[in-house]
């Protein structure tokens, strides 16, 4: 049995991770959109209700597919509920995965990591595992929030761990209290 690590986000919490003020503070489509185009494949790490999954399976289109990862099951709970009987359901993989294993199966052209990197335990690890499943020509989002979660100096250590792992990072998109980047992997940035 998987302990969930004590700085992830209760189940019991899951709504204040998905309403009205969070989607106006943090637009899934204007954040989403830039990256995803009809047809990929997105990988939600740490998806907790949908809030970005949802939006991710809108982006992918009919053709495209989503796995929404997460290591509580009530989290992936909340989340086959708001998309049961609908399209999206199709598009949308739910996927329990634990500490030390995504239990991915398949190549992605793009991940999420909203706020939650800094959660876990072996970032180093986390990157590494990441590397082999993300295609030659695929992004990764990472943001992590600004206030009371990770100083600058977290961030930037952050960041050379997924560089370590094999990625180059940019600049990510300019959001509210947040620090963002855009990882690649170093094969396709000397392209």
Not at 78 to 93: E, S
Not at 126 to 150: A, N
Request: aromatic share 8%; net charge positive; proline share 6%.
């Amino acid at each position: 049995m998987t302990t969930v690590h004590p700085r992830v986000c209760p189940v019991e919490l899951a709504d204040s991770l998905d309403n009205k003020l969070r989607r106006w503070l943090q637009n899934p489509h204007k954040i989403l959109a830039p990256y995803l185009s009809e047809g990929m494949c997105a990988l939600d790490v740490g998806c907790g209700p949908g809030f970005f999954s949802i939006e991710l399976a809108r982006l992918v289109g009919p053709g495209g597919r989503v796995i929404a990862a997460d290591l509580q099951q009530g989290m992936l709970d909340k989340l086959a509920a708001k998309i049961r009987g609908t399209d999206l359901a199709t598009r949308i993989h739910l996927l329990k995965c634990d500490t030390s294993n995504l239990n991915l199966s398949e190549p992605v052209d793009f991940i999420l990591t909203f706020y939650m990197v800094h959660e876990v335990p072996d970032q180093a690890a986390f990157f590494r595992q990441l590397y082999p499943w993300l295609r030659e020509t695929g992004k990764i989002l990472l943001v992590e929030p600004r206030m009371y979660h990770v100083s600058r100096k977290q961030f930037r250590e952050t960041l050379h761990r997924a560089e370590a792992a094999g990625f180059v990072s940019t600049l990510g998109p300019s959001l509210l209290l947040s620090w963002s980047a855009v990882l690649i992997k170093k094969a396709a940035a000397a392209s």
